[in-house]
């Protein structure tokens, strides 16, 4: 069973264009994160999400919003997509000890 | 500033060989360091992690070395395969709820055969 997964795998859009990615997590942890991991593999945290509650919200761009419908879920909104979005966007997961489990990613390519 | 500075960017092992990463970190509230390996078109896995009271942990092939006072840990992959072949990345978390992982900027292995 799959622990931390995303959809979509791939997502190739124009510049401008809102999309969202969603991420579903059945670890039944409490925390949820988005992370960012540039062209040089570079992996940053974007926001993490304790019990539904935005705990970090790095510097991000206000285009992008997450939303917790429940602690299962953890969706990546992006409006206005810029060239510079582009990139892959892990989302995760972890209890209280620390470990995190990643999801396969999402691949957003903005033309 | 780059909390976790990891070293080298790339290595080039041959098959049977001894594979080292190096990071170092700053933030002395950090207290669990695990690393994560990464084949491309996946996302990270959880290789092997530790935490800062105990001085080695090893996992078959796999060994952290903890240095606490020189604030370092390193990766040992020993009898490196050609499935080793990835991206690996250390990584530093403190023990509060919600925080994330500060990653190193990984090292991509390539073992030879």
């Known amino acids: 069973d799959t622990a931390v997964s995303q959809t979509p795998k791939y997502l190739v859009t124009q510049m401008g264009n809102d999309k969202s990615i969603k991420c579903e997590q059945n670890l039944g942890h409490d925390t949820m994160y988005w992370y960012k991991q540039d062209s040089k593999k570079f992996l940053k945290i974007m926001f993490s999400?304790?019990?539904?509650?935005?705990?970090i919200n790095e510097t991000v761009p206000n285009r992008f919003s997450p939303k917790s419908p429940d602690k299962a879920h953890l969706n990546l909104h992006i409006n206005s997509l810029e060239l510079g979005d582009s990139a892959v966007y892990f989302c995760?997961?972890?209890?209280?000890?620390?470990?995190?489990?990643f999801g396969p990613g999402t691949r957003l390519t903005v033309l | 500033q780059q909390q976790v500075k990891q070293s080298p960017q790339s290595l080039i092992v041959q098959k049977g060989g001894i594979s080292i990463i190096n990071c170092a970190y700053e933030?002395?509230?950090?207290?669990?360091f695990p690393w994560y390996q990464q084949f491309p078109g996946k996302g990270p896995a959880l290789l092997i992690a530790i935490r800062p009271d105990v001085s080695e942990k090893k996992e078959g092939r796999f060994t952290i070395s903890f240095n606490k006072s020189a604030k370092q840990f390193s990766l040992h992959i020993m009898d490196s395969q050609p499935g080793d072949s990835a991206t690996y990345f250390c990584?530093?978390?403190?023990?509060?709820?919600?925080?994330?992982?500060?990653f190193g900027k990984g090292t991509t292995l390539s073992v030879s055969s």
């Open positions: 999400y304790n019990n539904k509650e935005l705990i």
């Open positions: 933030n002395t509230a950090f207290d669990y």
């Open positions: 990584a530093a978390i403190t023990n509060q709820a919600g925080t994330a992982l500060i």
């Open positions: 995760a997961s972890s209890q209280r000890d620390g470990v995190q489990f």
